[in-house]
């Protein structure tokens, strides 16, 4: 029987115009969204000392950062949810399968598109 492996994804959220505390709003919104979806293992947000080298942090927090695990074979749907609520936001993915990793950033809805059809190569291949 073969088995689907899950995938991570880091979700890292820029919003030039919004403060720390905003855009820390904007990212638990975000997570209880995704967490609603039945396509979503598990979903939280970055904790600071697990956030990259110069991140902001809020309360333990790192600022604008989640992370998320669905199985291979719901990653065009949690994309296409990605896409829909994110198409004109800065955002960096870094997506991990296999032992592999991935990092895509994209400030438009075209280059989001473009970055979630090489996630979903990236996670078939």
Do not use: C, H
Request: charged content about 30%.
């Amino acid at each position: 029987m073969a088995t689907t492996s899950n995938v991570q994804i880091t979700i890292a959220l820029q919003e030039p115009g919004l403060d720390d505390d905003e855009l820390q709003d904007e990212t638990q919104r975000l997570l209880q969204q995704m967490l609603e979806l039945d396509e979503v293992e598990d979903a939280s947000l970055y904790r600071e000392a697990e956030a990259p080298e110069g991140s902001k942090s809020l309360t333990g927090l790192a600022v604008g950062w989640l992370t998320t695990q669905v199985n291979a074979k719901n990653i065009k749907a949690l994309m296409g949810f990605l896409g829909d609520r994110l198409g004109n936001k800065t955002i960096e993915l870094e997506i991990e399968s296999n032992g592999k990793k991935l990092k895509v950033k994209a400030s438009s809805r075209q280059e989001l598109e473009a970055a979630i059809e090489a996630a979903q190569k990236f996670v078939a291949g």
